[in-house]
């Protein structure tokens, strides 16, 4: 089994830059898809960005294309979402998530592993 650990939220002005991680422990990590959510108060959790377990291919959500940079290391078994200028709507609890089918997806429900999650506040 995949455990999965967030760090790097915080809270940040608009504008402003920061960079997620989560630590993967357990199962071998670069074998899978590995993908981060994020969920609003009151919204349901929504795709954010996923990557291939090489590395070699990435999906984003439209909100965050052109701002956000997914990418892995494999030997740390880390992976991390790189987030630029930040908006006041980019407010959420992140979330990263591993596809033990390996394929890759935007559902949230076609993820098995999650993680607890870290806060990421963005101000006017």
């Known amino acids: 089994q995949v455990q999965l650990v967030e760090s790097g939220g915080g809270l940040v002005q608009a504008g402003d830059s920061l960079r997620l991680s989560c630590a993967a422990s357990?199962?071998?990590?670069?074998?899978?898809?590995m993908g981060w959510f994020r969920q609003a108060p009151g919204k349901e959790r929504e795709f954010v960005a996923a990557?291939?377990?090489?590395?070699?291919?990435?999906s984003y959500a439209d909100s965050v294309k052109g701002r956000f940079t997914i990418s892995r290391d494999n030997a740390k078994n880390t992976v991390y979402l790189q987030m630029n200028s930040l908006k006041p709507e980019d407010t959420a609890v992140y979330y990263c998530?591993?596809?033990?089918?390996?394929?890759?997806?935007?559902?949230?429900?076609?993820?098995?592993?999650w993680g607890q999650g870290t806060q990421v506040t963005v101000s006017s």
């Open positions: 990557i291939s377990w090489s590395g070699s291919a990435t």
């Open positions: 357990g199962r071998a990590f670069s074998n899978y898809v």
């Open positions: 998530a591993v596809d033990l089918t390996n394929v890759l997806r935007t559902t949230p429900e076609k993820y098995d592993v």
